[in-house]
């Protein structure tokens, strides 16, 4: 896996990778769709603070998903925003590889731990097995504020 800064792909990339990486589940592409785009804007509208703090992961060239994180807690936490790979990559692997090199380098900056939120639902199960295959623990559960995510489940990596 070869990995790209933001600043290197057009406005847009980071909200179409998210709309692939959900298209199995309508529902929440309808109830985030909209974040997602304001999300893509913030990026590219700030890029030399969003190079620091995520990547674009590529396979043979081919944009095939995305790691961001937010250091404001640090330098208690840090706390994984978005992770995706693309619907027809999913079940390979990449996942795993891309959180652990976003693991890698958030390490460098020495927080306490590292934090990820998730949904609690069937959809999320891959990403909660592969958060806690790398170390996370569950921290809490949560009524989330979504419709789309009855129920949230956070975890923390301690350092």
């Known amino acids: 896996m070869q990995t790209r ?3 290197e792909v057009p406005r847009g990339t980071l909200a179409a ?3 692939d990486a959900y298209a199995r589940s309508p529902e929440l592409t309808d109830c985030f769709g ?7 804007d913030f990026v590219f ?12 992961s590529l396979e043979d060239g081919r944009r095939v998903g995305f790691l961001s994180w937010d250091p404001r807690g640090m330098p208690e936490s840090i706390e994984i925003g978005h992770n995706c790979i693309v619907a027809a990559c999913q079940g390979r692997g990449l996942g795993r590889e891309q959180l652990a090199r976003g693991l890698e380098i958030m390490r460098q900056k020495r927080p306490l731990k590292i ?24 921290a ?19 350092l």
Not at 34 to 40: A, I, K, L, V
Not at 115 to 138: C, L
Not at 140 to 158: C, G
């Open 5 to 7: 800064r933001f600043s």
């Open 140 to 158: 809490e559960s949560s009524a989330a504020e979504e419709r789309a995510i009855p129920e949230r489940v956070v975890y923390e990596l301690l």
């Open 45 to 56: 509208d700030h890029l030399a603070v969003a190079d620091d703090c995520g990547f674009l």
């Open 34 to 40: 909209r974040s997602w785009r304001e999300f893509d």
């Open 115 to 138: 934090v990820v939120k998730t949904g609690a639902g069937d959809f999320f199960s891959p990403a909660r097995r592969m958060y806690e295959a790398a170390g996370f623990r569950r």
């Open 17 to 19: 990778l998210l709309f």
